[in-house]
């Protein structure tokens, strides 16, 4: 397997936690060319030489929109990346949508499908789980609490104790209840989740979707290059992804949505992208999202054997931890997710005392002015906001050594201990 980042010897040669570890310093470069081990691969992939490469091709390609020979040429490059895109994802040349992100194509299916519903379905229901990402999160919220009255109503999802909706649950619930299929404008839920990796059962829904007619959306922005996906073969009317999550460029997003979807955009303009996604499309975005696309699924078999030999060592070593709560499901998982609570620490502590060993992680719990908050998707879960606080996420990148595992395994109960001692704030 290729390595999509120059590797530098594994941080932290120091037995200090708190001394530093590497070179740490302010040189460019990404973490790796600072000698540092980035396990933070949930929130943004280091960018692959594939798409590097392609969208060095296609630097200069200018309008795609021109009739004239230089926009027939750059129209040529993205209609190439548009089908292969399709041919990678299961889907039509003409339902892939290029977008600025993975948060745009949420929105924009999101409201555009509930404003398409409005006029046709009953009580204009939106049901929403409360461990999707912010992205759906908000777009659900101002749909139906907003400052503006537009007439929907809020339905959420149920969630087991492991972080995964209860589907059968919900849908059996649905058909008793005093509410009907029909009144459903739109239902979405996320193929796996941000914070804990767990894969949801998208498959049951969105086959409940397609019997009663209901749209049916689903953020794959985890999913798409990690785990394979058939747009066809799911049914949904819609899926979401994002480029940089699987190694390609940043503010490059994905929606596809099925040629009868029906969907009021929000987003007005020259009618670009099927009249969803106005503005001139980006080419070099487009073209090095395809090739990061095909490159992750090219070596998706051999990268998830790695990731999660790698994600079970660190378990191991948590699981070795006093009090330690593992958050990610060892069985129906992203393979680079870990996803844990240490009671007693607090997560910023964790992170910085990490960041000080030379290690990139995260809290996977949403920031606020420099005020650590729970993670919505533990208090969801029924994790007490003391522990959620405690929270550590570690993502795995494909090309991650023995010696870095080893490394991150050897400082993890030196971090802990320090962090509680510490205290909570």
Not at 319 to 328: A, E, F, Y
């Amino acid at each position: 397997m290729e390595n999509h980042a120059a590797k530098s010897p594994a941080p932290g040669t120091s037995a200090d936690v708190t001394g530093g570890a590497g070179t740490g310093g302010a040189e460019p470069g990404g973490a790796a060319a600072q000698g540092r081990l980035y396990v933070d691969n949930a929130a943004s992939q280091a960018l692959r030489p594939e798409a590097q490469e392609a969208m060095d091709r296609a630097a200069g390609l200018l309008n795609p929109a021109g009739q004239y020979k230089t926009g027939r040429d750059a129209r040529r490059s993205l209609e190439d990346a548009r089908e292969q895109i399709a041919e990678l994802l299961g889907a039509d040349a003409a339902e892939v949508i290029f977008t600025g992100s993975g948060t745009e194509a949420d929105n924009i299916a999101i409201q555009g499908l509930a404003f398409g519903s409005k006029a046709h379905r009953g009580a204009h229901v939106i049901a929403s789980s409360d461990i999707e990402h912010p992205a759906v999160v908000e777009s659900v919220d101002w749909l139906t609490a907003g400052p503006l009255d537009l007439g929907f109503e809020r339905a959420v999802l149920p969630v087991d104790a492991t972080g995964r909706i209860r589907a059968e649950d919900w849908i059996a619930g649905l058909e008793r209840g005093a509410d009907a299929p029909s009144d459903l404008a739109l239902l979405t839920c996320m193929w796996a989740n941000n914070e804990t990796g767990a894969i949801q059962p998208v498959e049951t829904l969105a086959s409940f979707a397609r019997d009663n007619g209901v749209p049916f959306h689903t953020d794959a922005v985890q999913a798409v290059g990690h785990i394979p996906v058939d747009f066809h073969a799911l049914g949904a009317t819609t899926l979401a992804a994002s480029a940089h999550k699987f190694g390609g460029p940043k503010n490059t997003g994905l929606l596809l949505a099925r040629r009868d979807a029906d969907i009021l955009s929000p987003v007005r303009g020259g009618g670009q992208e099927r009249k969803l996604r106005s503005g001139t499309v980006n080419v070099q975005g487009a073209v090095g999202c395809a090739a990061a696309l095909a490159s992750s699924i090219k070596e998706l078999e051999q990268a998830t054997a790695r990731m999660r030999v790698a994600r079970e060592t660190l378990r191991a070593a948590a699981q070795g931890i006093d009090g330690v709560r593992i958050w990610t499901p060892e069985v129906g998982a992203l393979p680079g997710h870990l996803h844990m609570s240490f009671p007693g620490a607090e997560g910023d502590s964790l992170i910085m005392l990490l960041d000080a060993a030379g290690v990139d992680a995260s809290t996977g719990s949403a920031c606020s002015a420099g005020v650590n908050r729970a993670s919505h998707v533990l208090t969801a879960m029924g994790v007490p906001v003391d522990v959620a606080r405690g929270a550590l996420r570690i993502t795995l990148g494909a090309d991650i050594t023995d010696e870095e595992v080893g490394y991150l395994a050897g400082i993890l109960p030196r971090v802990v201990e320090q962090a509680r001692a510490a205290g909570m704030a």
